[in-house]
């Protein structure tokens, strides 16, 4: 039986995190999304990046919600500038 959606996003969300803690070269990873992604299909590169743009926006527009310290004040106002940037990437 196929797990349901919100049940698999939330382990894919969980392998993603696992890996950056464990992982000692966190640019392997990117390396490795990077190959990846350039490989498959433009409409799903598209459709990532829209993903990658959300989740930008919404931490920006949520950080003061949740709160930050120095540990990772650096990516709270580097998200900030980020999600200025004025884009539309449509669904084609």
């Given at each position: 039986?196929?797990?349901?959606?919100?049940?698999?996003?939330?382990?894919?969300?969980?392998?993603?995190?696992?890996?950056?803690?464990?992982?000692?070269?966190?640019?392997?990873?990117?390396?490795?999304f990077n190959e990846r992604v350039s490989r498959q299909h433009r409409t799903l590169q598209?459709?990532?990046?829209?993903?990658?743009?959300?989740?930008?926006?919404?931490?920006?527009?949520?950080?003061?919600?949740?709160?930050?310290?120095?540990?990772?004040?650096?990516?709270?106002?580097?998200?900030?500038?980020?999600?200025?940037?004025?884009?539309?990437?449509?669904?084609?």
């Open positions: 039986m196929e797990k349901p959606v919100n049940q698999r996003n939330e382990e894919v969300i969980e392998e993603i995190f696992r890996l950056l803690n464990y992982m000692t070269n966190e640019k392997e990873l990117a390396d490795a598209q459709n990532f990046f829209r993903l990658v743009h959300s989740i930008i926006a919404n931490y920006a527009v949520n950080s003061e919600k949740f709160g930050y310290d120095l540990r990772n004040e650096a990516a709270v106002n580097w998200v900030k500038e980020v999600a200025k940037i004025e884009g539309f990437m449509p669904f084609i």
